[in-house]
């Protein structure tokens, strides 16, 4: 299939469970050579590690109709599911330019988000274009002490070729962006638009009352001028 010729809604975007297991070396194969073009590292995993993650179906892959690897990603929990990390994302060359990345990087935050409602999600990126993806997610940047604190995922960033700059500054800067999404921030956006909207629905039901008693005077009125018609009759 030539590059060109290749539709957006020709590849499926699903979440990969035992039926994609003969996938895994070329999913393994794809980071690492991704990781070599990039010059910056992406979390090795062994492929166990990768199989352990379809079969809990905390995997993404992007499938053509004719059954062809085309994209992948995966979902990870840290610090006792406080955090939850989007990893992994990569689109092989040949499928670029059609939104793939977005696709699954949407798809992953979704799961993410129905599995893990309370956790915040997060990330590290060098890439300009992940950067964009997320903050349409509505991530934001920040520093690394924001992020989940166990070593284990750090260990990860070992095979990345920056990783002594991570180590002199005791995890405070590299050259990766930082990025996080707390639900608590939709929360609070809520509950700001909630009371918002009470203060345009007061006035208007004290509008409402006043509008009553004026209805009320007319027909008081009203009675008083019969009354007396009566009287003078």
């Not at 994609?20 to 194969?29: A, D, E, K, M, R």
């Not at 995966?74 to 059609?98: C, M, P, Q």
């Not at 284990?152 to 002199?168: A, E, H, M, P, T």
Request: charged share 30%; aromatic share 8%; proline share 3%.
């Amino acid at each position: 299939m030539k590059k060109d010729s290749i539709k957006a809604d020709e590849i499926s975007i699903v979440v990969a469970d035992e039926s994609h297991l003969p996938y895994v070396q070329t999913i393994l194969s794809t980071i690492e050579a991704a990781a070599k073009v990039r010059g910056t590292g992406i979390a090795k995993r062994s492929p166990d590690y990768i199989e352990m993650k379809m079969k809990e179906r905390k995997a993404i892959i992007a499938l053509t109709q004719d059954g062809e690897f085309a994209g992948f990603c995966y979902i990870e929990t840290w610090s006792d599911k406080k955090f939850v990390a989007n990893s992994g994302l990569i689109v092989v060359d040949k499928f670029r330019g059609h939104g793939l990345a977005k696709r699954i990087k949407k798809k992953a935050f979704q799961i993410s988000r129905e599995r893990f409602p309370d956790a915040k999600i997060f990330g590290l990126t060098t890439g300009l274009a992940v950067m964009k993806i997320n903050s349409e997610l509505g991530y934001r940047p920040v520093t690394f002490s924001e992020l989940t604190d166990d070593e284990d995922f750090w260990k990860g960033c070992q095979s990345c070729v920056n990783y002594d700059i991570l180590q002199r500054t005791n995890k405070r800067l590299c050259l990766c962006t930082g990025m996080l999404y707390d639900p608590s921030w939709n929360k609070e956006k809520e509950q700001a638009e909630a009371k918002s909207h009470n203060l345009v629905v007061k006035p208007v039901k004290k509008q409402i009352k006043i509008a009553a008693k004026v209805v009320q005077s007319k027909k008081k009125s009203r009675k008083s001028t019969a009354s007396n018609k009566i009287q003078i009759g």
